[in-house]
């Protein structure tokens, strides 16, 4: 296995698309920061924007990645030369998480060490621990769909389209909690004067559906994002360890379906 990880670190060293997005979420981190200085924002606000972009990078990245050495035939080969599918898997798991990590370091470290100087002090050690689970979940996701058997091309789709799936999901839970349990409608009285008046809102979720819509929240990968920008429905901690068990599912349901396909 040792053998499989240097193989796949010397590719990734001397892969010209590596080093584009490294060099692509560096810039792009120096302009969300230099936004982030310009409205006058803490260390900690807006530090949220670090999950859509990397997870952007992660959904492109990582079927291209293992479509590649599929394509190129270095998956069949490791198969014929005695490599057990397990270490092959683990291989590609791990690699995903290690990218991922290097990914979310490179955009932080511009956002944290950069944005030290430039940004008011606040704590970040929770967001920073959210954030990571994210992205470990998504890491595996992208995993389990990058071993489907199915085109490299139809993988990086899948994958964007999952995580904008994700994304709509999220944000439609997130605008049903935030409704008000009133809102104000606009009536006419006896004398005819408009006035505006409080009402019921039947978008409100109150009791049963309310802690569905939460839960439902708290396991989607993206419903981290609306909970560092609207506030936590469940304690961080508990929000991180549900994320990393989502994520063993997924690398679970990954492992069956590499276990299971035919490589050519």
């Known amino acids: 296995m040792r053998g499989l990880f240097c193989a796949d670190g010397f590719r990734i060293r001397h892969s010209k698309g590596f080093w584009i997005v490294t060099v692509a979420l560096l810039i792009l981190s120096g302009i969300v920061l230099g936004a982030r200085a310009n409205d006058a924002a803490n260390l900690n606000d807006g530090l949220w924007i670090t999950l859509p972009v990397v997870a952007l990078a992660q959904s492109v990245w990582i079927p291209v990645w293992t479509g590649n050495d599929e394509a190129n035939g270095l998956l069949r080969n490791k198969l014929i030369v005695g490599k057990p599918r397990s270490a092959v898997f683990l291989t ?123 839960t439902a929240l708290s396991w989607l990968p993206t419903g981290a994002m609306m909970q560092l920008v609207f506030g936590f429905v469940c304690p961080p901690v508990v929000l991180a360890v549900q994320l990393l068990v989502e994520a063993i599912v997924f690398i679970g349901a990954g492992w069956l379906v590499f276990a299971r396909k035919e490589v050519r």
């Open 92 to 214: 590609y798991a791990l690699t995903s998480l290690g990218i991922t990590l290097w990914f979310e370091a490179l955009f932080l470290l511009v956002q944290i060490g950069i944005g030290s100087f430039m940004l008011e002090a606040a704590p970040i050690g929770t967001t920073v621990l959210v954030l990571t689970s994210a992205l470990v979940a998504l890491a595996f996701f992208f995993t389990l769909v990058s071993v489907c058997p199915i085109h490299k091309t139809t993988r990086v789709i899948l994958c964007l389209l999952g995580l904008i799936a994700l994304f709509l999901v999220a944000f439609q839970i997130q605008n049903r909690l935030i409704e008000p349990p009133k809102t104000l409608v606009l009536e006419q009285q006896v004398n005819g004067e408009m006035v505006n008046e409080p009402v019921l809102n039947p978008k409100f979720l109150d009791g049963n559906a309310r802690t569905v819509a939460e």
